[in-house]
């Protein structure tokens, strides 16, 4: 059995979507998509290794898939295995190459984030499994460092798109400029109404603390250099490299 085999068995049994083979010109591109929507989250292609820019002459099978993450699409095709969307000229879409280069465990994992990436509003509120955010916090509004001193439970704002058994990571703006916390979303919704010059907020939610982090362990210059963050604006997805660290 090939990995293309081993990937439209994983969707098959998943997701119960069949491919669908579109174009008599191409036998062998398959597409899976939404049944609602009728959204595409993944094609498999089988394309010359020339066309890829990759050493060699023979076809070579990839899957096409689209991360939630535009910053996770720009660092997957930094790394071995992975390319820019073929044939895909807009939108976050990556190539995997299906020859082993990507073990099958993380091509599962990133066809999962493309289904729900492409599903509709219904849908990823019903099949989006847990998922892991940066969130940032800023000192000179309240005292994070300390917020956790005496209680290991706390409400904090919440961002869009989180949801309750989501996993955030608590980035400390400047002067710490460093991840510090670990914390497990335990109830969202909350409402709350509050707005000043500085921040507007809608609903809280809250977390509680899984793991604390020296600042010196993940500051800003690491998640620049190391996996690509530049910047923690607001909630947002972590590289899976990150994710592995941070545990």
Known sequence: ???????????KKKYKSTPEYLWRRYPEYAVFRHEDNRKWFAIIMD?????????????VDIINVKPADPFLADILIQQKGFLKGYHFSKGNWV???????????????????SFLATASAQKKQK???PKEWI???????????HMFDHKKETE??????????????????????????????TETDIPFEYA??????KALMKIKL?????PDVFPFDVLKTEYGIFAVRGPRGIPHSLSEALK
């Not at 899984?210 to 020296?214: A, G, I, Q, R």
């Open 135 to 145: 969130v940032p916090a800023n000192p000179k509004y309240y005292d994070v460092e």
């Open 210 to 214: 899984l793991k604390k982090y020296n």
């Open 196 to 201: 000043d010059e500085n921040v507007s907020m």
């Open 1 to 11: 059995m090939t990995l293309r085999d081993d990937v439209i068995k994983y969707v």
């Open 47 to 59: 394309v010359p290794r020339e066309r890829l820019g990759l050493p060699g002459e023979e076809r």
């Open 156 to 185: 904090w704002k919440q961002g869009s798109g989180i949801k309750t058994g989501d996993t955030v990571y608590m980035y400390v703006a400047a002067p710490v400029s460093a991840i510090l916390y670990k914390c497990k979303v």
């Open 127 to 129: 099949v989006r499994p």
């Open 95 to 113: 190539s995997i190459l299906l020859d082993g280069a990507v073990p099958l465990e993380n091509i599962y994992s990133l066809i999962d984030e």
